[in-house]
């Protein structure tokens, strides 16, 4: 999956992070067996600019409905349209690609999942259960003509089956090619953490498409960016936004395991500036890659290990969690480039220069 874009992350230029180390790619991929796939659609100008796109991410290769994963969900401000999210709170298990759009093509995107899954489980519905497509949401609509619905089935299966490991494309990519963060243009970003070895040694990945702040919100290594660029061109956002978050790990977890854990995202998204507005669609969605719950199990009872919560080991998983959401969100600011879009509507890029001033009167260097 190769990335294009010339702006630099984050980190590489000089976002001082401290805490936990980052994996080899610094991103949802470093745990192993997770796969990205991206689908971005960018055509057309004035009124049906189209500026939108899906991102899938995939627990692993193989049979996701027959080889389900731990999972679960967290809301942390529910004005949103997310689907398949409760039937993950009840069982606990995640068994579609998750798969990330626009607000109103959801509907659209669930019933590709559908289609993708019945083509490869023809017992679905038939001699078995059901399936849940997971798919979650932000409004694109100030860049992209979102009444069009231009995501289609073809444009999820394409995202679907060209997922894989390895570097993943950041910022007007996928579902986040026509997202704005604190009114700057945003998009995709990722980012993980590695916990010390005597906790396990275990990997926290975190995916997010970013959508939501206003100007004076932003903060950047704690310090109040936002502020010092509120006169910064660009129109105010439209509306509070969203932020979908997808956290992965291989710690072995239970589902509420997994669920306390994906409830830390909300501080790591703190850290940026966010206050998760009356009008914001704030989700996350995390699962485990520790072990595989089989649709056709081969015993009445079904052996799991989870992790004990009486030591530091659940505690590193918490701050690996904080530390990933929040440089994943500035990493969607950071790789994301200037877009002109809907009604020929302007979202500037985070100007690095200021970005870099402001860390040098910090004492950080920063460049690149």
Not at 46 to 52: D, E, H, I, K, L
Not at 211 to 237: H, S, T
């Amino acid at each position: 999956m190769k990335d294009t874009s010339p702006r630099p992350r984050a980190r590489e230029f000089g976002v001082p992070f401290r805490g936990l180390p980052p994996g080899p790619l610094n991103a949802i991929t470093d745990v192993s067996g997770v796969r990205v796939g991206h689908t971005t659609l960018i055509e057309g100008e004035g009124s049906q600019a189209v500026r939108t796109g899906i991102t899938a991410v995939l627990p692993h290769g193989g049979d996701i409905f027959r080889e389900k994963v731990i999972g679960a969900v967290h809301t942390i401000n529910g004005f949103g349209k997310p689907f398949g999210f409760e039937q993950v709170r009840e069982l606990g298990v995640i068994e579609s690609p998750i798969c990330l759009t626009n607000t109103l093509n959801v509907g659209l995107v669930a019933d590709a999942l559908v289609t993708w899954s019945l083509h490869r489980n023809p017992d679905i519905g038939v001699r078995t259960s059901t399936m849940n497509p997971l798919v979650g949401e932000c409004n694109d609509g100030y860049l992209n003509d979102i009444q069009g619905r231009h995501v289609r089935a073809e444009h999820v299966w394409a995202a679907i089956d060209g997922a894989q490991g390895g570097p993943v494309a950041e910022g007007n990519v996928g579902a986040g090619t026509g997202m704005s963060a604190f009114g700057f243009k945003s998009g995709v970003g990722t980012a993980s953490r590695v916990v010390p070895d005597k906790y396990g040694g275990f990997t926290v990945g975190v995916l997010v498409v970013a959508n939501f702040g206003e100007r004076e919100q932003l903060l950047i290594a704690g310090m109040p960016v936002g502020l010092e660029l509120a006169d910064w061109p660009g129109e105010k956002p439209q509306d509070e936004g969203s932020i979908m978050m997808i956290l992965a790990t291989d710690a072995p977890l239970t589902s509420r395991q997994l669920w306390r854990i994906a409830r830390r995202t909300a501080h790591g998204l703190a850290r940026t500036g966010s206050t998760a507005t009356n009008g914001s669609g704030d989700f996350t969605i995390a699962f485990s890659t520790a072990q595989r719950v089989l649709h056709y199990p081969h015993t009445l009872v079904r052996q799991i290990k989870c992790l004990a919560e009486d030591g530091q080991a659940i505690n590193a998983l918490f701050q690996a969690t904080v530390e990933a959401t929040e440089e994943a969100v500035l990493n969607a600011l950071f790789r994301a480039e200037t877009m002109i879009g809907r009604d020929d509507h302007i979202r500037y890029a985070l100007p690095l220069d200021k970005v870099a001033d402001m860390l040098h009167r910090c004492g950080f260097y920063a460049g690149h």
